[in-house]
């Protein structure tokens, strides 16, 4: 038994060759009691004891499970990433780098190392809307636990962004209605030139017309509509370029004069 744990490959840790040789080391000690120590295979003069497989077992409990669910969310171009805690512990920090698709290089994202809360704003490191970006997060717990890495999906703002829906606001006179449109984020207006919107006018039948209104009109105005007839209007803003429109408004609704 000690002549075959003696020939294993000389590449073996130290720290593994202890765990493998307890049973040599219990052995040998009956024939010699005073013995505390066994020696690594291929290791002339290095000596392992035998208290190490406490020590690496314990490394290995003091390994803390990554995030889950590392992702991001984006509004409008505000690119936040989120991700799930991976216990209860409210003592966890985190910290969160990024890269963009293709690159080596890991780099810190500024305000988001050793913090508390789960979710970091990203929007200006991943601005350029030509590239893809990944993000990265792990956990860690003082003095010295802490986690593997966590892995975002590819991201691509010009894609995955969801883009808001215009707020609108409606002034009734005789037989018309006055809709002013308040758009989406100016970081919107300011990526996207040829933006418009479609306003929906919907009648008590459940019929709709269907208006286009260009993002830098101040006013549409709706007129001959019917005497003490109730409408509801939507609105939803469209990026021609990307074919890419938001969901629609909430509902208003207006009962003419």
């Known amino acids: 038994m000690l002549k075959a744990a ?4 000389a590449s073996v840790q130290c720290g593994s060759a202890c765990v493998r040789l307890t049973l040599v080391h219990q052995q040998h000690q009956r024939h010699d009691p005073s013995a505390a120590w066994s020696r690594a295979p ?20 003091a390994m803390l499970t990554p995030p889950a669910q590392v992702r991001f969310d984006s509004m409008d171009y505000k690119n936040i990433l989120h991700w799930t805690p991976p216990t209860n512990n409210t003592s966890l920090r985190y910290y969160v780098q990024w890269k963009i698709y293709g690159e080596p290089q890991w780099v810190d994202v500024d ?17 350029d809307l030509r590239e893809w970006y990944y993000a990265r997060v792990h956990a860690s717990s003082l003095p010295s636990s802490k986690s593997a890495w966590a892995l975002s999906p590819r991201f691509s703002p010009r894609w995955d962004t969801q883009i808001s829906p215009p707020a609108l606001r409606l002034n009734v006179t005789e037989q018309k209605v006055v809709v002013r449109v308040k758009g989406p984020h100016p970081l919107v207006r300011k990526m996207h030139s040829k933006l418009h919107y479609k306003i929906f006018l919907i009648h008590t ?19 001959e509509l019917g005497h003490k007839a109730k409408y509801c209007l939507q609105a939803q803003t469209v990026i021609t370029s990307q074919a890419k429109s938001s969901v629609r408004s909430s509902l208003k609704c207006v009962t003419m004069l």
């Not at 003696?6 to 490959?9: A, D, G, N, R, V």
């Not at 291929?42 to 409990?61: A, D, E, N, Q, R």
């Open 205 to 223: 039948s459940g019929e709709e017309e269907v208006f286009k209104m260009d993002c830098c009109s101040n006013k549409l105005t709706l007129k």
């Open 6 to 9: 003696l020939l294993l490959p």
């Open 42 to 61: 291929g290791k002339t003069g290095h000596l392992c004891h035998s208290t190490s497989t406490k020590s690496i077992t314990s490394s290995v409990l």
């Open 111 to 127: 305000g988001c190392q050793g913090i508390k809360k789960q979710e970091c704003d990203l929007s200006d490191v991943t601005s």
